[in-house]
């Protein structure tokens, strides 16, 4: 019966992380979907097509997923028309919150990012009232497998803003447009061990919460980045 149960639970929770990686490709591909539409198809010659490539293959997206998406925009007559919409807004402790979505209907996601941000402690505010705490920067994040002479050496060697190092990874910052540059000349160098990379935005500063509103903040960004409209949470909540 140990056994059986073990299976069970092993079963459950692959489960559960298999659907979590469907709905994080999903998001990915409607992303890849609206910049391939509203621009070149080619990667080449569409920087924000390149840019969500980068992101999806830091996420493992399989390329077939990838490609589909492509080619689903190639026919600009679908019907299908996504908005790009930003909601900016506090959560418990005042920690500061910026949504990015894609959406078919403005109405719809509204009321849904209104009524998670309630429900949750948090509130809506106007917009730029939180944005200006933020700045957008290239991320890259590389496994700790690397040695981390040869990585500050060969880092040294790119046009970067910062590098930290951490217990288990290196977190190098860049502007964003330098992102490809520095990504395209690590992949050179023989680096493929990528936990993320992407242009995103990172908070200027963090806010430390105690632990029973530290925990009602978690379960504020992970209820809204549960919202099929919600694209990417961005927040100062150190973690």
């Not at 790009?84 to 959406?103: F, K, N, S, W």
């Not at 719809?108 to 944005?131: I, Y």
């Not at 496994?143 to 930290?164: A, P, R, T």
């Not at 190098?172 to 160098?189: A, E």
Request: net charge negative; glycine share 6%; charged share 30%.
């Amino acid at each position: 019966m140990s056994g059986h149960s073990k299976w069970s639970t092993i079963k459950r929770k692959k489960g559960a992380i298999d659907a979590e990686r469907g709905k994080i490709f999903q998001k990915l591909a409607k992303e890849i979907y609206v910049a391939a539409k509203n621009g070149d198809i080619d990667p080449a010659n569409n920087s924000a097509l390149r840019l969500v490539i980068e992101k999806a293959k830091a996420e493992n997206m399989p390329k077939s997923n990838i490609q589909n998406a492509i080619d689903k925009a190639k026919n600009k007559s679908n019907g299908e028309d996504y908005e790009a919409v930003r909601y900016e807004g506090y959560g418990p402790g005042g920690m500061a919150i910026m949504i990015d979505c894609l959406t078919d209907n403005k109405n719809r996601t509204a009321s849904f990012v209104r009524s998670c941000l309630t429900k949750r402690g948090g509130n809506l505010g106007t917009d730029g009232s939180v944005s200006y705490l933020f700045k957008r920067r290239g991320v890259i994040v590389l496994g700790k497998d690397y040695d981390e002479d040869k990585v500050m050496e060969d880092v040294l060697e790119l046009d970067i803003e910062d590098m930290v190092v951490n217990d288990e990874d290196y977190t190098i910052y860049t502007s964003p447009d330098n992102f490809i540059v520095v990504k395209d000349s690590l992949d050179s160098m023989g680096y493929d061990n990528y936990i993320m990379s992407e242009v995103t935005y990172v908070a200027d500063n963090y806010v430390s919460l105690d632990d029973e509103v530290k925990e009602r903040a978690i379960s504020l960004i992970c209820s809204l980045e549960e919202l099929d409209d919600v694209q990417d949470v961005y927040h100062n909540l150190e973690l």
